[in-house]
């Protein structure tokens, strides 16, 4: 079946620093989205991503969808301590598949 | 956004008996709801579509004996955890989206702990 891997699995950054987790599929993708889930939470969605080579920013955060549609990367700039979470993205059609998710932790 | 309540948040049930969990849509019609577990700090692992007015999909290696789910309404879907067993000890969560293909809204989670 489907599989979704993300990298890294665990990122501890300083606050201030960027932050940057990919996605990667073993089939293209007719789109992915990408959703937040804080510890004890659960997942928020953040955004969605269509066409090919699509980049997509929301303030500090960055999107982009690959040209292949095989692969996708979330980047955020200047992370601050209410960054902290899983990152996750999902692929499918009207089914969705999580990743393996990315868990950031912000040291202030 | 569109809001989808999940209950109970926890649960604690002695093994061998069952615990149903219920998932609404509030403010929206589901025909589709999806079901996930999730271990500590791992993925959501999708377990099965749940379907309204018929029987619901489940994913391969998910035994459908072992968690009913039962879509009756377009806002309601239950997810049945029969005969638990420790093993059976996970965070389950539902979703729903009000547009095919489009945003998936989660409910809160439930916590189940089997002793």
């Known amino acids: 079946g489907q599989q979704v891997m993300q990298i890294p699995q665990y990122q501890h950054v300083q606050e201030g620093e960027d932050f940057t987790t990919y996605c990667n599929s073993s089939?293209?993708?007719?789109?992915i989205q990408w959703y937040k889930q804080r510890p004890g939470g659960h997942p928020v969605f953040l955004i969605q991503?269509?066409?090919?080579?699509e980049v997509k920013k929301q303030k500090r955060l960055t999107f982009q969808f690959g040209e292949a549609k095989k692969n996708s990367s979330l980047h955020i700039t200047a992370t601050q301590t209410t960054d902290v979470g899983t990152y996750f993205c999902?692929?499918?059609?009207?089914?969705?598949?999580f990743g393996t998710g990315t868990r950031l932790k912000v040291l202030a | 956004g569109a809001v989808v309540s999940q209950h109970p948040s926890r649960v604690i049930c002695k093994s061998g008996t069952s615990v149903k969990i219920e998932c609404r849509s509030l403010?929206?019609?589901?025909?589709?709801m999806f079901w996930y577990r999730q271990f500590p700090k791992k993925s959501l692992m999708l377990m099965a579509t749940?379907?309204?007015?018929?029987?619901?999909?489940?994913e391969q290696g998910v035994e459908k004996d072992k968690f009913l789910i039962n879509h009756a309404s377009l806002t309601l879907s239950t997810l049945t955890v029969t005969s638990a067993h420790p093993e059976d000890s996970s965070f389950y969560i539902c979703?729903?989206?009000?547009?095919?293909?489009?945003?998936?809204?989660f409910g809160q989670g439930t916590r189940l702990t089997v002793v």
């Open positions: 979703s729903a989206s009000p547009n095919f293909n489009g945003e998936a809204f």
């Open positions: 089939t293209t993708l007719s789109n």
């Open positions: 991503l269509v066409k090919s080579g």
């Open positions: 999902a692929a499918g059609t009207y089914k969705y598949i």
């Open positions: 403010d929206f019609q589901a025909t589709t």
């Open positions: 749940s379907n309204e007015g018929s029987k619901a999909t489940y």
